[in-house]
């Protein structure tokens, strides 16, 4: 086996134990369609889309053809007051998914970058209004948006914080929604917690609302633990933004294209953000790529002074990629012509029935669902969190499925190209391997 294994040293990897994985290494070195072949020659049923993002399944040929096609026809095009046609092309496309108020995309290369521009557009809109005083930012517990300084100070999963100093001054964070005692087991949308938005009342009082440029959060948690938002928080949450002139930014980078039964979660909530943040499953995992989608009157607030002067000084050299562009919009293609958004409002139902037969085995706490994304939640092992939900992974891996753990929780996110029968396999090997773990 170690024959077909590259050099392992040089690599620092990211959100990895290094050391055991270089004593244990798992190497891909093929996909396609709901399958990993490892580098020992394993077929893997991928349950969780690579990293929650590939929903068109791997590898898909319309998605490669268009890549490699874009390859040879335009390579990189500068992104610096030139343009090139698919970058249009794809705008012109998601903001045609996109909630109706949404009008206007800004591209670029992560979900990361795409939260750290999505929160410099709300100061810089509120200063363009002469409201530079709204400097605040409010997050939440157990949040996650992405890495960079302006993701990490918003976001609330405290290891991805605490060693990185005092981040950005000026942010709040909202309670988590997450509680078992009143909502364990709840199937879809817990029918509790929805005055917990209320909370961020008391926020605004202590800060002064008009202190505050913008409110972010995940429509549903993903790495925090798969958190479905109780019936009514979201929409309350946005009815208090707008009594405030505060802006509402729903990170849509997991819960985005299909992955909650529509285009995005916030259709599926019925809440509709000023800013919109997307990647992952933009491009089906294909080539990196994240955005920010938002109202026509926050772009119309920055289209004021000369003509050719730069309005928001702000672009990476990435921004639209040529590649990533062309995967964007073929992605698209693919997600309309196959009916995918459909067909996982389709599985969803049968993905939580499966889920809800592992309830009663041992250690699981919480089941949660909401479309195709799923959670199980075990009682950690005293005095050692997470390994109890590490065990069920490697349990998993070694039946020959992929799932993804954050705490004790196993997460779920199967492809939106998941027969039923695939769907079927990746909870039941998850059943299976929390009978087998000690
Ligand atoms: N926002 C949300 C809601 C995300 O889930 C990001 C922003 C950042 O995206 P990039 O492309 O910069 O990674 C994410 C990313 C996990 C896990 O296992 C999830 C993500 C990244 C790494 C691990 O839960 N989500």
């Not at 929903?55 to 007051?81: M, S, W």
């Not at 970058?87 to 992560?110: C, D, G, M, Y």
């Not at 001054?169 to 509680?179: F, I």
């Amino acid at each position: 086996m170690s024959d077909q294994l590259p050099k392992l040293d040089a690599f620092w990897m990211p959100y990895t134990g290094n050391r055991f994985f270089k004593k244990n290494p798992k190497i891909f070195k093929k996909a396609r369609g709901m399958f990993y072949t490892s580098h020992d020659d394993q077929e893997i049923l991928d349950g969780v889309s690579g990293l929650w993002c590939c929903n068109a399944g791997h590898c898909h040929p319309r998605i490669v053809e268009a890549v490699q096609k874009q390859a040879e026809t335009l390579d990189y095009a500068i992104a610096f007051q030139h343009g090139h046609p698919k970058v249009f092309e794809l705008a012109n496309k998601i903001v045609n998914i996109a909630p109706k108020e949404l009008t206007h995309a800004f591209f670029t290369n992560s979900g990361s970058e795409a939260v750290d521009t999505a929160l410099k557009i709300a100061l810089a809109y509120h200063r363009s209004k002469g409201e530079g005083h709204r400097t605040r930012l409010i997050g939440r517990e157990k949040g996650y948006h992405g890495v960079g300084f302006g993701g990490i100070s918003v976001g609330g999963i405290s290891p991805n914080r605490k060693m990185f100093g005092s981040m950005l001054p000026g942010v709040d964070h909202l309670k988590h929604t997450h509680n078992l005692e009143h909502n364990a087991f709840s199937v879809g949308q817990p029918q509790w917690g929805g005055h917990l938005a209320d909370e961020l009342t008391e926020i605004l009082a202590l800060h002064d609302p008009s202190t505050v440029a913008a409110v972010i959060m995940e429509p549903i948690a993903g790495s925090g633990g798969v958190l479905i938002p109780p019936v009514g928080y979201l929409n309350r949450i946005r009815e208090i933004c707008n009594e405030h002139g505060i802006l509402m930014i729903l990170d849509e980078v997991i819960t985005g294209f299909g992955r909650t039964g529509k285009s995005f979660g916030s259709e599926s909530f019925n809440v509709t953000p000023d800013i919109m943040t997307i990647a992952k499953g933009m491009t089906s995992g294909m080539v990196p790529m994240g955005g920010v989608l938002v109202k026509q009157e926050i772009y119309d607030t920055f289209m004021t002074g000369p003509e050719e002067n730069i309005e928001f000084f702000h672009g990476y050299t990435y921004s639209g990629h040529p590649l990533a562009a062309a995967a964007g919009v073929a992605t698209l293609e693919v997600y309309e012509e196959e009916g995918l958004f459909e067909r996982a409002s389709e599985l969803a139902p049968i993905f939580e029935q499966e889920l809800q037969t592992i309830k009663g085995s041992q250690y699981v706490i919480d089941i949660r669902n909401f479309g195709m994304l799923g959670a199980i939640e075990l009682q950690p092992i005293e005095g050692k969190p997470t390994v109890r939900a590490l065990n069920v992974y490697k349990e998993c891996y070694s039946r020959g499925v992929l799932v993804r753990t954050t705490g004790d929780t196993v997460a779920l996110c199967p492809s939106l190209i998941a027969s039923k029968d695939q769907v079927s396999t990746v909870v039941q090997t998850v059943k299976e391997s929390i009978a087998a773990i000690d």
